[in-house]
């Protein structure tokens, strides 16, 4: 687990090297145990590392790291979980090891298999190889995007990172702009984003490679980027017992990701997710899993819960709760490190507690991340499927209201006048015909650019649609819900130093789940202790019964936005919507202040949007004083 970095230009630039070295020391906090850098005999391509040391611990597997031939030279962030059987496949074409560490079977298999060899890969993984006889570099993203990767287009060249601000200090080189991007700031507003979503970020000349997507980089420009993973691709599901099937595929998955030359611990909340993971972890080692949580107090509901847990499986169990001012402090630091506003406390409660387990000597630790999307454990899901049934019903009255007119309908008949995989994102559409106006200055709304629309329907096109629960679910799994299932399990532990893993994110259990019908996750009797029925199936001897049935309650779910922003930070939501300076860029300052005057008088606002308000204010204010 790492931090990359890297450039491809046209031409040689005599500031590239310095400015390399400025990239790699802006993701220091991603790999604190090494760092590297190197530049292709021409100078036109140049790569850095920052190291976590997971994987062979030894000097030799440091990066960046060039094949036997010399024509190979890799950056990489990740783990992929089968190298050990990558290997042996590649021993038998004649390929030599002299590590042993994922990023040398990684070379190898490039070296095999070319691009193909996203498909051999399991694992989580952002990377760039360069390919000195092609003269390319060759760029891919993990399937679920759970490795971050970044880049900047220009007229000199293509820099890259793991993260915006060392995007920003090697924007130069590309010959780019840091121009704000208005369509990704209102796009951020939307329902459920607390993100600005994929490839958008707040910077225009600034993209995010997408989620299962691979790029090809050419004399410094972009040659070709595709999306590599099918999510539909077939999966022999006909027949199984789907509760078994998921069991198998989760013991393998921990297990798999319990693979590390470095203790390995767990975050435990007290829900079924984390606990399922922790019991099985338990189950699977010789000593006893240090598991971690955190909540407001003692008291706290998830402590308790956690507490019962880590007693009843046996781990070494710490606990820690809520500091105002330290947390506040975080998540400046973690809006500053993002390069980019986002919205979503339980990042800031994961950040503190990522900080405290690397200081208690873990470096890796397993989580939870990714159940609720897959097999719908949000109460919301209930209220998708009543829709959806509906909208099941009807369809065959869809060409009839096509021919009515599309703005006096209802959103729900939006979605019934819409084709299968497109009707996310004709939400998304009205969604931003509804807030935009109340909150946009005017002179920009004309061809505001909708990302969340678009995403919705790109992921749309390609995810299961033929109920529209399902379409849903999986549109919010790569796109509205990026910001607590993907980021949350990069940013706040990379920060600290920490890699995390997320057994529920394999890739074999999202195909499963992607296959399993919405009638063997959601209860048909509306009893909303049974969200998520095949998975707790699966685990129920695992846990107790009041844990695998106790209602739904999120990481830091005791820690609430509305508490915190009257509560100990109202002087920092004072000082950012009754100045409002870092707010004017793109929104209505005096219709920002008006919402925040009726939420401190207590009137009926949406305190999300709220919230993602002040996040982007805050995230401004530091912009604007050159804080990146």
Same mark, same amino acid.
């Given at each position: 687990?790492?931090?990359?970095?890297?450039?491809?230009?046209?031409?040689?630039?005599?500031?590239?090297?310095?400015?390399?070295?400025?990239?790699?020391?802006?993701?220091?906090?991603?790999?604190?145990?090494?760092?590297?850098?190197?530049?292709?005999?021409?100078?036109?391509?140049?790569?850095?590392?920052?190291?976590?040391?997971?994987?062979?611990?030894?000097?030799?597997?440091?990066?960046?790291?060039?094949?036997?031939?010399?024509?190979?030279?890799?950056?990489?962030?990740?783990?992929?979980?089968?190298?050990?059987?990558?290997?042996?496949?590649?021993?038998?074409?004649?390929?030599?090891?002299?590590?042993?560490?994922?990023?040398?079977?990684?070379?190898?298999? @490039?070296?095999?298999?070319?691009?193909?060899?996203?498909?051999?890969?399991?694992?989580?993984?952002?990377?760039?190889?360069?390919?000195?006889?092609?003269?390319?570099?060759?760029?891919?993203?993990?399937?679920?995007?759970?490795?971050?990767?970044?880049?900047?287009?220009?007229?000199?060249?293509?820099?890259?990172?793991?993260?915006?601000?060392?995007?920003?200090?090697?924007?130069?080189?590309?010959?780019?702009?840091?121009?704000?991007?208005?369509?990704?700031?209102?796009?951020?507003?939307?329902?459920?984003?607390?993100?600005?979503?994929?490839?958008?970020?707040?910077?225009?000349?600034?993209?995010?490679?997408?989620?299962?997507?691979?790029?090809?980089?050419?004399?410094?420009?972009?040659?070709?980027?595709?999306?590599?993973?099918?999510?539909?691709?077939?999966?022999?599901?006909?027949?199984?017992?789907?509760?078994?099937?998921?069991?198998?595929?989760?013991?393998?998955?921990?297990?798999?990701?319990?693979?590390?030359?470095?203790?390995?611990?767990?975050?435990?909340?007290?829900?079924?997710?984390?606990?399922?993971?922790?019991?099985?972890?338990?189950?699977?080692?010789?000593?006893?899993?240090?598991?971690?949580?955190?909540?407001?107090?003692?008291?706290?509901?998830?402590?308790?819960?956690?507490?019962?847990?880590?007693?009843?499986?046996?781990?070494?169990?710490?606990?820690?709760?809520?500091?105002?001012?330290?947390?506040?402090?975080?998540?400046?630091?973690?809006?500053?490190?993002?390069?980019?506003?986002?919205?979503?406390?339980?990042?800031?409660?994961?950040?503190?507690?990522?900080?405290?387990?690397?200081?208690?000597?873990?470096?890796?630790?397993?989580?939870?991340?990714?159940?609720?999307?897959?097999?719908?454990? @949000?109460?919301?899901?209930?209220?998708?499927?009543?829709?959806?049934?509906?909208?099941?019903?009807?369809?065959?009255?869809?060409?009839?209201?096509?021919?009515?007119?599309?703005?006096?309908?209802?959103?729900?008949?939006?979605?019934?006048?819409?084709?299968?995989?497109?009707?996310?994102?004709?939400?998304?559409?009205?969604?931003?015909?509804?807030?935009?106006?109340?909150?946009?200055?005017?002179?920009?709304?004309?061809?505001?650019?909708?990302?969340?629309?678009?995403?919705?329907?790109?992921?749309?096109?390609?995810?299961?649609?033929?109920?529209?629960?399902?379409?849903?679910?999986?549109?919010?799994?790569?796109?509205?819900?990026?910001?607590?299932?993907?980021?949350?399990?990069?940013?706040?532990?990379?920060?600290?130093?920490?890699?995390?893993?997320?057994?529920?994110?394999?890739?074999?259990?999202?195909?499963?789940?992607?296959?399993?019908?919405?009638?063997?996750?959601?209860?048909?009797?509306?009893?909303?202790?049974?969200?998520?029925?095949?998975?707790?199936?699966?685990?129920?001897?695992?846990?107790?019964?009041?844990?695998? @049935?106790?209602?739904?309650?999120?990481?830091?779910?005791?820690?609430?936005?509305?508490?915190?922003?009257?509560?100990?930070?109202?002087?920092?939501?004072?000082?950012?919507?009754?100045?409002?300076?870092?707010?004017?860029?793109?929104?209505?300052?005096?219709?920002?202040?008006?919402?925040?005057?009726?939420?401190?008088?207590?009137?009926?606002?949406?305190?999300?949007?709220?919230?993602?308000?002040?996040?982007?204010?805050?995230?401004?204010?530091?912009?604007?004083?050159?804080?990146?």
């Amino acid at each position: 687990m790492c931090g990359i970095a890297g450039f491809v230009l046209k031409q040689p630039n005599d500031q590239s090297r310095h400015l390399l070295i400025a990239m790699r020391d802006r993701i220091r906090h991603r790999g604190p145990d090494g760092n590297g850098t190197w530049t292709s005999t021409d100078g036109c391509c140049g790569l850095a590392h920052t190291r976590l040391a997971i994987v062979d611990l030894s000097d030799a597997a440091a990066q960046p790291m060039t094949n036997p031939g010399a024509n190979l030279t890799l950056v990489f962030n990740g783990e992929i979980y089968n190298w050990k059987s990558l290997r042996r496949r590649l021993e038998r074409y004649g390929h030599k090891f002299k590590t042993h560490s994922d990023s040398e079977v990684l070379l190898a298999g @490039y070296a095999q298999w070319g691009p193909d060899v996203l498909d051999e890969l399991r694992g989580m993984f952002a990377f760039a190889i360069w390919d000195e006889a092609e003269k390319l570099l060759f760029c891919a993203r993990d399937r679920m995007g759970k490795k971050p990767f970044v880049f900047a287009e220009g007229p000199d060249g293509i820099v890259f990172a793991s993260e915006i601000p060392a995007v920003l200090t090697g924007l130069w080189l590309a010959g780019a702009d840091r121009d704000l991007d208005a369509g990704a700031f209102a796009s951020m507003l939307l329902h459920n984003m607390r993100h600005m979503p994929d490839p958008a970020t707040a910077y225009k000349a600034v993209r995010r490679l997408r989620a299962g997507h691979a790029m090809i980089v050419r004399n410094g420009r972009i040659e070709r980027n595709w999306r590599y993973w099918d999510p539909m691709a077939d999966c022999d599901v006909s027949g199984r017992d789907s509760a078994r099937y998921l069991r198998n595929a989760l013991e393998e998955a921990v297990e798999l990701r319990r693979i590390a030359d470095v203790p390995v611990g767990a975050l435990l909340s007290g829900g079924v997710d984390s606990t399922a993971i922790v019991a099985l972890a338990q189950a699977q080692a010789k000593e006893p899993v240090r598991t971690f949580a955190l909540g407001m107090d003692e008291k706290d509901e998830d402590l308790v819960r956690a507490r019962s847990m880590a007693k009843s499986l046996g781990t070494v169990h710490r606990e820690f709760y809520f500091d105002p001012a330290s947390q506040w402090e975080a998540f400046n630091r973690i809006l500053q490190t993002y390069g980019e506003p986002i919205m979503l406390l339980p990042l800031v409660h994961t950040y503190e507690l990522c900080r405290k387990i690397r200081n208690d000597g873990i470096k890796v630790v397993l989580s939870g991340n990714g159940a609720d999307e897959l097999f719908y454990g @949000y109460t919301g899901m209930v209220r998708t499927n009543h829709l959806s049934q509906v909208v099941r019903r009807l369809e065959l009255l869809s060409p009839l209201v096509r021919m009515l007119p599309q703005e006096k309908l209802p959103r729900s008949l939006k979605v019934l006048a819409t084709e299968r995989g497109q009707r996310k994102s004709r939400l998304y559409e009205g969604y931003g015909d509804e807030i935009w106006p109340d909150l946009i200055r005017s002179e920009l709304s004309d061809g505001l650019k909708n990302y969340a629309e678009d995403e919705m329907a790109r992921w749309g096109l390609c995810g299961p649609h033929e109920n529209y629960i399902d379409e849903s679910a999986f549109a919010g799994l790569m796109v509205e819900n990026t910001h607590s299932i993907t980021i949350a399990s990069d940013l706040p532990a990379m920060m600290a130093g920490v890699e995390m893993r997320a057994p529920f994110l394999d890739q074999e259990i999202v195909v499963a789940a992607l296959h399993t019908t919405w009638q063997e996750k959601l209860p048909q009797n509306g009893d909303l202790t049974q969200l998520k029925k095949v998975l707790k199936s699966a685990v129920s001897d695992l846990m107790p019964p009041e844990i695998l @049935y106790a209602s739904k309650r999120g990481f830091g779910m005791g820690i609430q936005e509305r508490d915190v922003l009257l509560g100990p930070w109202r002087s920092h939501a004072d000082n950012v919507f009754e100045r409002s300076e870092g707010l004017s860029e793109v929104f209505d300052s005096e219709r920002v202040r008006g919402l925040w005057r009726d939420a401190k008088n207590g009137g009926g606002v949406r305190w999300d949007l709220i919230a993602k308000l002040f996040a982007i204010g805050v995230w401004k204010q530091s912009h604007s004083r050159g804080v990146d």
